[in-house]
């Protein structure tokens, strides 16, 4: 059998840019130097983002060409990548199905909740980076993250699930959910003329 078309269903890694690169390989160095060292995120991100931001030209051309290079493999990739049938079925559910508004809004596992607070950060401290480096670098922060602070997502996380079995009890009963009803203002009661002068009389 010929061997040259071979398409595979596996969906090709993103590629990363320069500056990923670069700051992948000052971690990488930065461990070596300090393996016992626990690395602040925001305070290395910074550095790496003003050492990029002096240097030349000459000395980011390596990283620029690692970047190339990724690109390459990415699109070769991606030419031979063929969605499975089973892909194809999926995507197709989701166009046909259309979201019900009134249906309850699924819950966050504690991965996307920590995402959700952390991505800004990200996003300042590594202007350079695509929305893939900073998924990717998410995804490092969290599997490097302290037991109690992964404890503090995973118990929102709980609360979140226990909000949307709540609410998907009701949505079944009814086919919506309720919305908390705002609070209740007091207002004075409007008196006409005849009511106002009763009351200047009773004084």
């Given at each position: 059998?010929?061997?040259?078309?071979?398409k595979?269903?596996?969906?090709?890694?993103g590629?990363?840019t320069?500056?990923?690169?670069f700051?992948?390989?000052?971690?990488?160095e930065?461990?070596k130097?300090?393996?016992?060292?626990?690395v602040?995120?925001?305070?290395?991100?910074?550095?790496?983002?003003?050492?990029?931001?002096?240097?030349?030209?000459?000395?980011k051309?390596?990283f620029?060409?690692?970047?190339?290079?990724d690109?390459?493999r990415?699109?070769?990739?991606?030419k031979d990548?063929?969605?499975?049938?089973?892909?194809?079925?999926k995507?197709?559910?989701?166009?046909?199905?259309?979201?019900?508004?009134?249906?309850?809004?699924?819950?966050?596992p504690?991965f996307?909740i920590?995402?959700?607070?952390?991505?800004?950060?990200?996003?300042?401290?590594?202007?350079?980076?695509t929305?893939?480096?900073?998924?990717?670098?998410?995804?490092?922060?969290w599997s490097?993250?302290?037991?109690?602070?992964?404890?503090?997502?995973?118990e929102?996380?709980?609360?979140?699930?226990?909000?949307y079995?709540?609410?998907?009890?009701?949505?079944?009963k009814?086919?919506?959910?309720?919305q908390?009803?705002?609070?209740v203002?007091?207002?004075?009661?409007?008196?006409n003329?005849?009511?106002?002068e009763?009351?200047?009389d009773?004084?």
């Amino acid at each position: 059998m010929p061997k040259g078309n071979t398409k595979s269903d596996t969906k090709p890694r993103g590629r990363m840019t320069a500056y990923a690169y670069f700051v992948q390989i000052c971690r990488e160095e930065h461990k070596k130097k300090h393996p016992e060292e626990n690395v602040v995120f925001a305070e290395f991100s910074k550095k790496c983002a003003e050492r990029w931001k002096t240097m030349s030209d000459k000395e980011k051309k390596r990283f620029h060409e690692m970047a190339d290079v990724d690109k390459k493999r990415y699109e070769a990739e991606m030419k031979d990548y063929t969605p499975s049938e089973n892909e194809k079925g999926k995507r197709g559910k989701k166009r046909k199905q259309m979201k019900d508004p009134n249906a309850p809004k699924r819950p966050l596992p504690a991965f996307f909740i920590f995402s959700n607070d952390e991505r800004s950060k990200v996003k300042q401290a590594n202007p350079c980076y695509t929305a893939g480096d900073t998924s990717k670098e998410l995804g490092r922060m969290w599997s490097e993250a302290d037991p109690a602070v992964k404890s503090k997502y995973q118990e929102l996380a709980d609360e979140d699930k226990a909000r949307y079995d709540r609410e998907m009890i009701e949505y079944k009963k009814t086919g919506k959910v309720s919305q908390p009803e705002p609070p209740v203002v007091k207002t004075h009661p409007v008196l006409n003329e005849e009511e106002e002068e009763e009351e200047e009389d009773d004084q």
